[in-house]
């Protein structure tokens, strides 16, 4: 048993900052993966991002490079979303996904058995 738990969403200003943190529990994850996924109302889950523990690789989207960084700490079994430049467009409930080993679909939801319970970013124009 994985449990996430995504905290750090709130409502922010256009070009503003947000840092996200998603706490894994249950089991150690230090061979894991880990992905942010975001999805607005009425649109499909986006990827945002993707973080690879063995090695610390991370892998973006078009849409958050230069904007979103991915992080993570294994002493707190904590990965971070921090996010700048923030748009209107960056609205939407991000979620955080793992899974237990590296796959070359990272950016496909269906390839994570394991996720939190979603944050609300709010970008306001």
């Known amino acids: 048993q994985l449990q996430l738990v995504e905290s750090g969403g709130g409502l922010v200003q256009t070009g503003g900052s947000l840092k996200l943190s998603c706490a894994a529990s249950?089991?150690?994850?230090?061979?894991?993966?880990m992905a942010w996924f975001r999805q607005a109302p009425g649109k499909e889950r986006e990827f945002v991002g993707a973080?690879?523990?063995?090695?610390?690789?991370?892998y973006y989207a078009d849409s958050v490079k230069g904007r979103f960084t991915i992080s993570g700490d294994n002493a707190k079994n904590t990965m971070y979303l921090q996010m700048v430049s923030l748009k209107p467009e960056d609205t939407a409930v991000y979620y955080c996904?793992?899974?237990?080993?590296?796959?070359?679909?990272?950016?496909?939801?269906?390839?994570?058995?394991?996720w939190g319970q979603g944050t609300q970013v709010t970008v306001s124009s």
């Open positions: 996904a793992a899974r237990m080993t590296f796959t070359t679909n990272y950016y496909l939801a269906n390839w994570y058995p394991y």
């Open positions: 249950g089991r150690t994850f230090s061979s894991s993966s």
């Open positions: 973080f690879r523990w063995s090695g610390a690789m991370t």
